[in-house]
Each structure stands twice: as C-alpha cells, then as structure tokens.
Nanobody
Framework: QVQLVESGGNSVQAGGSLELSCVGT????????MAWFRQAPGKEREGVAV??????????SYADSVKGRFTISRDNAKKTLYLQMLSLKPEDTATYYC??????????????????????WGRGTQVTVSS
C-alpha cells in the first residue's frame, strides 16, 4: 500500500523559512519521480518542484514563482522528500502536497508540473505566510 505523509507545515511571517518533509512507503522510492504541489483556496493545484533520478544523476526543476527561494531534495535511505522554503511570501500560503510516480517521463505537449501525471499523493500540510 503506497503512503505519502507530509509534515512541517506551519504559520510563519513573510520572509521566514520552513522545511517540509514527505515520507514515502509501499513503492520503490529510490527510483521514483517525486514532486511538490500546492493548492490555495479557490485555486487549482500548482506544481512547485520536481526531482528525478536517472543514470545521469539527480535533476531538479522549479516553477518560476518559487525559483531561487525553494529547494527540493531527497534522501533515498530515509525514503524522504524535502522542500526547503526561504523568503516566504503571503502568496506562498497553501496546502502543500507531495506526489510520486514511477518515472519522470512527460508526454509531448504536457507540462511536467501537471498533477494528472502523478499516481500517488499525500494528504497535504498547511503553510500559512502572514504579512
């Protein structure tokens, strides 16, 4: 049974930082494509960052809205995905979800941040940034 469990969400002031964690079990974590998404009230789920592993090494990518402030990483020995968030802004307020799928392949014409690509999801952790 696949389980993804997020933690680390909290309420912080603008300019603050947080680190989210996600423990993944019940599937081959070490070779999987992992990502962080977020969803604010009344908005669509938004891809934030993706991390993949291949023979070429680890690759990461970020949405423009978080580039330079957020860092995605993984510890395969601990089966844990991380999202370090710095210089937080009120617009970062959302429920943050981790997601997984076997490979980071992307069909032609599809955004790599499309939620529909991912098979497994956590229940989310709330991040609130006040001004």
């Amino acid at each position: 049974q696949v389980q993804l469990v997020e933690s680390g969400g909290n309420s912080v002031q603008a300019g603050g930082s947080l680190e989210l964690s996600c423990v993944g079990t019940g599937y081959t974590f070490s070779s999987s494509c992992m990502a962080w998404f977020r969803q604010a009230p009344g908005k669509e789920r938004e891809g934030v960052a993706v991390i993949s592993i291949s023979t070429g090494g680890i690759r990461t990518s970020y949405a423009d809205s978080v580039k330079g402030r957020f860092t995605i990483s993984r510890d395969n020995a601990k089966k844990t995905l991380y999202l370090q968030m710095l210089s937080l802004k009120p617009e970062d307020t959302a429920t943050y979800y981790c997601a997984a799928r076997p490979r980071c392949t992307v069909p032609l014409g599809v955004s790599p941040y499309s939620a529909g690509l991912y098979n497994y999801w956590g229940r989310g952790t709330q991040v609130t940034v006040s001004s």
